[in-house]
């Protein structure tokens, strides 16, 4: 089967037709040659196949949308939404102090978190921690939040899944307590003022 009807003479060898589409650039002359049979057919697939997605999702409603179908994956996981993050996480909670739960932080810190924090807290990818400035609130439990479902859009990832509640809290407890060192070379301040 041939995949296209390209014609290569000015006129038909059998109907005497004209060939030529008039357009002339350069002494480059177009041949007015149909589009191959394999690109057509491409196209009408696709047309049939925007009228069988738009019948499937906007009329019968049959299929959700992509957005509809991650947040029905999200509430079968049990993460709360977005607007519920805050209610998920006790904020009457207060930092630990004894010295072997701040241990346990500083060997989890030197795990997992100092790879964006630097082992000061002063800052490489992720932000600087031991300043008065705070992108996500700086009491407690919102460094407990923070910690727990992660900031996508920042590049931090959720460790909730990679540490238990108590992990965190300990983890979350080291850090509040470099606010206020002063490591070598920190990353400039982003985000508010603490109070």
Known sequence: MEMHDHKNIEKDELTGDKLLSGHDYDNIKELDNNLPKWWVWLFIITIVWSV????????????PYQQKEWENEIAAAGVPAQGQISAAIDTTIIALTDQASLDEGKAIWQKQCKVCHLEGGQGLVGPNLTDNYSIHGCEYWKVVKVITIGVPEKGMISWKTQLNDADIKKVASFTMTLRGTNPPNPKAPQGDPCK
């Open 52 to 63: 069988v997605y738009i019948f499937v999702f906007d009329v019968i409603k049959v299929a």
